[in-house]
């Protein structure tokens, strides 16, 4: 069965540092790789896509790198702030079918 | 049924018209949420339930769009006068409990094409 893991449930960095947010995923040829920051009791929002035929896409402190042959996509958020923590979801997507939500990383941010 | 349904699974049509869209979440979720995606696009977030809590509607793009869930538990989306740029999958997940981060379980999606 298809499966997405992210690297941990929570992830605590001191402010100014690069945070990196791991997503894994077995049994799914994705057309797109997407990532959502969730904030508590908010619904998730989009942040960033990457084909499958990209290997890094940026914008602002935003990078994603995917790579489709370890089935792997890394999310760094460069000069991290407070206000970068939230839940950062991955998700994949085939062309509309078969949407797929990772369980998501609880990022910190501390001061 | 134990997953997510949505219906129709394809809706045709015309410009001005209104379409209603429904979602039966899996039983015993409390929260429930709505997007739509355009073809290539990211997941748009539209509107979250969560129990008896006043909805999150932060993600309507306009008056025209509004959604209900009765019961706590089906949830209709509407879509009043519509217009081409609606046209979009509208996809409706449930999750058992979000404060522990639950997953997101999705239904197959409702296919809208406005002419």
């Known amino acids: 069965s298809q499966k997405i893991e992210q690297n941990s449930e929570a992830l605590n960095i001191q402010e100014g540092k690069t945070a990196t947010l791991t997503c894994n995923y077995t049994?799914?040829?994705?057309?797109?790789l997407q990532w959502y920051r969730q904030d508590p009791g908010r619904g998730p929002v989009f942040l960033l896509l990457?084909?499958?035929?990209?290997k890094e896409k940026r914008k602002e402190r935003l990078k994603v790198t995917f790579d489709t042959t370890l089935k792997q996509s890394l999310f760094h958020i460069t000069a991290s702030q407070p206000a970068d923590s939230a839940t950062y979801l991955c998700?994949?997507?085939?062309?509309?079918?078969?949407?797929?939500f990772g369980p998501g990383t609880r990022l910190s941010v501390l001061p | 049924g134990a997953g997510v349904s949505q219906s129709p699974s394809n809706k045709v049509t015309e410009k001005g018209k209104d379409v209603e869209l429904r979602c039966d979440p899996i039983?015993?979720?409390?929260?429930l949420y709505w997007y739509r995606q355009s073809l290539g696009q990211g997941l748009e977030f539209l509107i979250y339930?969560?129990?008896?809590?006043?909805?999150?509607k932060s993600g309507l793009p306009s008056d025209r769009f509004s959604a209900e869930r009765t019961g706590g538990s089906v949830s209709t989306l509407t879509i009043q006068r519509t217009q081409q740029e609606d046209s979009a999958v509208y996809l409706c997940?449930?999750?058992?409990?979000?404060?522990?981060?639950?997953?997101?379980?999705f239904g197959p999606g409702t296919r809208l094409l406005v002419l």
């Open positions: 997940a449930s999750s058992l409990d979000p404060s522990d981060q639950e997953t997101q379980y």
């Open positions: 049994n799914y040829s994705p057309a797109y």
């Open positions: 990457i084909r499958e035929n990209e």
């Open positions: 998700a994949l997507d085939n062309y509309g079918q078969n949407f797929v």
């Open positions: 039983s015993g979720h409390t929260a």
């Open positions: 339930f969560q129990g008896n809590s006043a909805p999150d």
